[in-house]
């Protein structure tokens, strides 16, 4: 961008430091670079994936398994804890890097003026007192003060969140990983690496931990519940082998044995494929997911804290709105505003320039609207300026001399008192402020003299004022309803003008019954009294800074809220990582945002969070239906323990480990898979998200009262009848074959059951019949895919002899098979004497795990 005067003319401030003085600094302050975080190493991260709860418990249950002699149970154990170590390894290895994007953000090279010359030095060399050269273009490399100002205007929105160019004057201080977009001026070092503000970001985005999700928390408990019972199943196994006389080291391994076989070694794997499956479809939809457990994060959102600029609007100035002394300019016809675009544009730097087959802006957005405007009105730029006044923050306006006039812009307040004659604009200026319109003032003066700006800026004959937005997005509005229709509090927080926060809230309908707009400034100073202040809907908190948002997302979260935070620059990193799930801006955003957030929307649209939320409820709801799926095949693997238990061996086990292992990972796994995939329902974002235990008494009951009970009946029942049929006697040992072939019609019977069971667990309202056959494609690739899976563990000898099973006999293929009535019967039983209850389809209050 050009300034008043080359870089060449602009006045020495001094001859800045020696290159000796500047050597000893260096050497004692260090180099101007941000701290680097501590980091983990690589090999302890994937070990770190190895050895949590859930990863102890199954190398423990390898080991027994190995001791039980049953290395092919132990080995598939192990691949499935070293395959989710891996993938949980690779997540996390790609999501912490944001303090080491921080440090992209300082320059590698920098003018500036020492020992009376010129020089272009590295940044990391900089030392305090150094004196910087700045000019448009230029990334601010340490924190300076500001000597000389010519025109200067600086994006900070990175540190401030604040979309508009700041413009500074002598003695004031920029900041590093700032941008200068106007203007150029002379500096000081006054603060380098570990002590610019920049440093204070990164180690707030250090310190900030991000908290663990729902989704851990609600998996911890499932598997130490089921983890216990396990265990608890298999002491209370062992004590019974010893009241039957047993010898020892026999009991001890059938306990060992049915303690592996009910820890559920497919449920992460089921989790984590899920989650993954899900991430894909955001990313289809513009929601990149960085850490798969935000997924079902985002589905538990009970607040969203929004920024404005980029994510509620589209981040572009428009003029729309145009006042003249002689009434509003119709922007339709854009060439009755030639002539106020002319001066406007003489007096500005801002353009709107060619660039890759289209346009873009170069200075600051305000002055390349206007531009844009005048292209359109076909205003020409047919006078050369031959003096320009730059704009400055005392006199708050422009003004440059072509073709024989003054041509000046400015704010309203700084414009009008210098025009002769200003008719009906303080009521017209006060009508466009209430609309939430950046409004410029537009002036000229005939045959301006010479002289300082002070002297030649009077006389004024006003042109018009010119009204600016950053327009909303097409989409917020409704995705703003849907959030209210889910139950979903609202809050925007900007760093923006709390006027123009407030207008753009209106005009979207996020500002609530209860209008709240505060600014940082006046939120409370103790986080109980913040997070009591904002726990409402559609609050506005306007200049806000990287501590305020950092305090917020703090604040309530202690109130119970799961919070989603979004945030483009620096100064949200420490945000993003402090609430429940960090969404970051992928179009606009910085790379330390996107690298401190969980979620980054490729399209910067709130309307893609609204999306992202649906399908991580949905998400949750399809845990609840695999777990549902899995955990009914855990009853009917332990009811052929408990009735060998109880009938005190008397009745042979209807089903062994190896066989109990193969359903777990084996015959279940791709149809808990697919009905991670089930599409969200309609009724998916209407009230509040399902944030409670995943599994609650309405779960529980409806796994160990229906659905199991119902597939354990008809498995024991199918077992029993080949037995009897067989010539089998009560108390009498079986002949291995006949054994083989009732155990075979066991198995059969429990996956003929889990194929019911899949699509009965498709709803927890509505019965398989009601549900359209083809709304998930994936359940019948699965069912069809475990139908094969089950003629070939009971059809390949060699597998079925190691299994411990046979192939049925006709009788017992037709037992197995009444299964799939009998589940689909008592679920549509259980649903429809619930659709008559008191909850008629709705949820109960959650309490369980």
Not at 537 to 556: C, N
Request: charged share 20%.
């Amino acid at each position: 961008m050009a300034s008043d005067r080359p870089r060449s003319e602009v006045l020495p401030t001094g001859a800045g430091l020696s290159s000796g003085e500047a050597a000893r600094r260096l050497a004692a302050d260090g180099p101007n670079r941000l701290p680097a975080g501590e980091r983990s190493p690589v090999l302890l991260l994937l070990l770190r994936e190895m050895v949590h709860f859930f990863a102890l418990l199954l190398w423990a249950a390898a080991g027994l398994a190995l001791l039980a002699k049953m290395p092919q149970l132990s080995v598939a154990i192990v691949v499935v804890v070293l395959f989710n170590g891996a993938f949980a390894f690779v997540q996390e290895y790609r999501a912490d890097q944001a303090s080491r994007r921080l440090r992209e953000l300082i320059p590698a090279d920098v003018t500036v003026r020492r020992d009376g010359h010129r020089m272009v030095v590295r940044a990391a060399d900089l030392v305090r007192g150094d004196v910087v050269l700045l000019e448009a273009g230029d990334r601010i490399s340490a924190d300076l003060e500001l000597a000389e100002v010519h025109a200067l205007a600086v994006n900070e929105s990175t540190l401030t969140g604040e979309s508009v160019p700041v413009r500074h004057r002598e003695q004031a201080t920029v900041f590093a990983g700032t941008f200068v977009v106007e203007g150029q001026a002379e500096a000081v070092v006054v603060a380098t690496g570990a002590g610019t503000r920049l440093a204070a970001i990164a180690t707030l985005t250090r310190a900030a931990t991000r908290p663990p999700s729902p989704l851990a928390r609600r998996l911890s408990k499932v598997i130490k519940v089921v983890a216990g019972m396990a265990l608890g199943v298999g002491g209370v196994f062992f004590v019974l082998t010893q009241l039957l006389g047993m010898a020892p080291a026999d009991g001890f391994l059938l306990a060992l044995g049915v303690t592996v076989a009910l820890v559920p070694e497919g449920l992460l794997p089921t989790v984590t494929l899920s989650l993954a499956r899900a991430a894909r479809l955001m990313a289809s939809r513009k929601a990149l997911v960085r850490h798969l457990e935000a997924v079902e994060t985002l589905g538990s959102a009970t607040f969203i804290c929004t920024d404005k600029t980029g994510t509620l609007t589209r981040n572009e100035m428009k003029v729309v709105e145009i006042w003249t002394p002689a009434g509003p300019l119709d922007l339709g016809s854009p060439a009755r505003a030639a002539e106020i675009m002319r001066s406007a544009v003489l007096c500005s730097t801002g353009r709107l320039v060619p660039a890759d087959g289209g346009y873009r802006g170069v200075g600051d957005p305000m002055e390349v609207a206007l531009h844009a405007l005048a292209l359109r009105a076909g205003a020409r730029e047919d006078a050369a300026v031959t003096r320009r006044y730059p704009f400055d923050p005392v006199r708050r306006r422009s003004s440059a001399v072509a073709g024989g006039r003054l041509h000046l812009k400015g704010a309203p307040d700084a414009v009008l008192p210098l025009c002769e004659q200003a008719p009906g604009a303080s009521r017209a200026l006060a009508e466009m402020s209430a609309r939430g319109l950046r409004v410029l003032a537009v002036a000229c003066r005939d045959d301006p003299s010479e002289g300082a700006a002070e002297e030649i800026e009077r006389g004024l004959t006003l042109l018009g004022l010119v009204g600016l937005e950053d327009p909303p997005r097409e989409g917020v509005a409704e995705a703003i309803a849907t959030c209210r229709h889910a139950g979903i509090k609202l809050a925007m927080i900007t760093g923006d003008h709390p006027g123009t926060a407030r207008a753009i809230a209106e005009q979207v309908g996020l500002l609530g019954p209860d209008p709240l707009v505060l600014t940082g400034r006046e939120l409370p100073g103790d986080d109980e009294s913040l997070g009591a202040l904002l726990d409402r809907d559609g609050a506005v908190i306007a200049r806000v800074t990287p501590e305020d948002k950092l305090r917020i997302a703090r604040a309530l979260r202690s109130r119970g809220h799961v919070v989603a935070m979004t945030g483009d620059g620096v100064n949200d990193g420490p945000a993003l990582r402090e609430a429940d799930i960090g969404i970051a801006m992928g179009a606009s955003g910085t790379d330390v945002a996107r690298e401190a957030a969980d979620l980054v929307l490729l399209d910067d649209h709130f309307a893609t969070i609204v999306t992202a939320v649906e399908l991580g409820r949905a998400t949750y709801a399809n845990i609840r239906r695999f777990l549902t799926y899995h955990l009914t095949d855990n009853v009917a693997e332990l009811t052929p323990f408990l009735v060998w238990a109880l009938s005190g061996g008397t009745i042979p086990l209807a089903l062994s480990v190896l066989q109990v292992l193969a359903l777990d990972i084996g015959t279940d796994l791709l149809p808990a898979l697919a009905l991670g995939a089930e599409p969200a329902n309609p009724r998916t974002m209407r009230g509040p998200a399902r944030t409670g235990a995943l599994l609650d008494r309405r779960l529980l009951f409806r796994v160990f009262g229906v659905l199991g009970p119902a597939e354990a009946a008809v498995e024991m029942a199918a077992f029993a009848t080949v037995l009897l049929l067989g010539g089998w006697t009560l108390g009498v040992a079986p002949a291995p074959a006949l054994l083989a072939a009732a155990s075979g019609t066991a198995f059969a019977a429990v996956v003929l059951g889990q194929f019911a069971n899949a699509f009965a667990c498709r709803s927890e309202t509505r019965w398989a019949g009601r549900l359209p056959w083809r709304g998930n494609p994936l359940l019948l690739w699965a069912v069809a895919t475990e139908a094969g899976m089950l003629l070939v563990f009971l059809g390949l000898p060699p597998l079925a002899t190691l299994l411990g099973g046979a192939f049925p006999p006709p009788v017992g293929w037709a037992l197995a098979a009444s299964a799939i009535p009998a589940v689909i019967g008592v679920d549509a039983a259980y649903k429809a004497v619930r659709a008559r209850g008191p909850f008629r389809g709705a949820p109960p209050p959650q309490k369980g795990i």
